[in-house]
């Protein structure tokens, strides 16, 4: 994902949080910590993002380099930028599998004059929240 803008045309306002997990890539949605860890954060999944923080930004970053999270006492901590503007204007890709692929082309076989309902042929289900 990526950040467009705000609808109350603020600038973003960015938070940083800790390392809760070994891997982040920046562009995904970030989640209060499953174990309500003061100031962490996990990732959301690709079905929820229930109790969102916001969008990712950095890959952890320690004197303007990347590090990434560590149980060793003493190693420096991975801290993340995160924009956490809940009027946030987000880009995202629309796909149909969770490796990426491209949305599915769908033919209408036929259709109500009123618009409501739709039989197409294709992979999507239209009556589904797919």
């Known amino acids: 994902m990526q950040y467009m803008g705000t609808f109350s045309g603020s600038a973003p306002l960015i938070k940083k ?8 890539i920046p562009g995904i949605i970030m989640l209060r910590s499953a174990a309500n860890a003061s100031g962490q954060m996990s ?32 190693d420096t901590e991975a801290v993340f930028g995160v924009i956490v503007n809940p009027d946030a204007i987000l880009r995202a890709q629309m796909v149909t599998g969770a490796t990426g692929t491209a949305v599915t082309a769908e033919t209408t076989t036929s259709a109500a004059s ?13 009556t589904s929240p797919e």
Do not use: C, E, H, R
């Open 114 to 126: 009123n618009g409501l309902t739709i039989t197409a042929t294709g992979a999507a289900d239209f």
């Open 43 to 74: 990732v959301s999944t690709t079905t929820g993002a229930a109790n969102a923080l916001g969008l990712l930004l950095d890959n952890g970053l320690a004197n303007g380099a990347s590090i990434t999270y560590s149980t060793t006492q003493g």
């Open 17 to 24: 949080y800790k390392a809760s997990a070994t891997v982040y």
